[in-house]
């Protein structure tokens, strides 16, 4: 079974700052997927990553896939209270299940 | 993208008896799946439910436990059967849309007393 390790796990920034969270494997992604989740709501897709190298952009986010596969990064520019929530790694595999890492709590203090 | 509807989105429960969550999708999907999670923790997967057949569990969930039911491609639910106080956690289903990735209902938030 693939195991995703996601670091760290909690973060509390202010406002303004900026933030890396990672996520890396034991072995080759097929495809990753970042979703972010906020209390009483289910998580939400933020992007898929498919091909090594790849950089995804979403507004203040920043999106890598290694190279290799085996690791893949979530970069905030400028948090704001709203980006303050759970940020989960996922990877599909072949299966079609989706397998999850431990997540990253992220609070954003004004 | 698709729509899921769970309900109940929260419960409280007595040790010993049982719950069902019900998870209802705006369009047919091959597959459902259920995942458990606790509060500000990740997602850990129980079971795929595959519509005619029996679901597929995940190791350290068992189908007495968690016995699920598809009747449809639409439609789906999760029982916590003979619960204890261990059983409080978040339940969730999800869907793979292809063109969109996987949806999430909003959770049955579960506290067993």
């Known amino acids: 079974t693939q195991l995703l390790e996601q670091s760290p796990q909690f973060l509390s920034i202010q406002e303004g700052e900026n933030l890396t969270v990672y996520c890396n494997s034991s072995?080759?992604?097929?495809?990753l997927q970042w979703y972010r989740q906020e209390p009483g709501e289910g998580p939400v897709l933020l992007v898929t990553?498919?091909?090594?190298?790849e950089v995804k952009k979403l507004k203040r986010l920043t999106f890598q896939f290694g190279d290799a596969r085996k690791d893949s990064s979530l970069h905030i520019t400028a948090a704001q209270t709203g980006d303050t929530g759970l940020y989960l790694c996922?990877?599909?595999?072949?299966?079609?299940?989706?397998?999850f890492g431990q997540g990253t709590t992220l609070q954003v203090k004004p | 993208s698709a729509v899921i509807s769970q309900k109940p989105s929260r419960d409280i429960c007595q040790r010993g008896t049982s719950l069902t969550i019900q998870c209802q999708v705006d369009?047919?999907?091959?597959?459902m799946f259920w995942y458990r999670q606790q509060p500000g923790q990740s997602l850990t997967l129980i079971a795929t439910?595959?519509?005619?057949?029996?679901?597929?569990?995940e190791s350290g969930f068992v189908i007495d436990k968690f016995p699920i039911s598809r009747p449809n491609l639409t439609f789906s639910t999760l029982t916590v059967s003979n619960m204890s106080p261990e059983d409080s956690s978040i339940y969730l289903c999800?869907?793979?849309?292809?063109?969109?990735?996987?949806?999430f209902g909003s959770g049955t938030r579960l506290t067993v007393v």
């Open positions: 072995s080759v992604f097929s495809s």
């Open positions: 439910a595959n519509q005619g057949s029996e679901a597929t569990y």
């Open positions: 996922a990877e599909s595999g072949n299966t079609g299940k989706l397998i």
């Open positions: 990553v498919v091909t090594g190298g």
């Open positions: 999800s869907v793979e849309v292809r063109s969109d990735g996987y949806t």
């Open positions: 369009s047919q999907v091959t597959m």
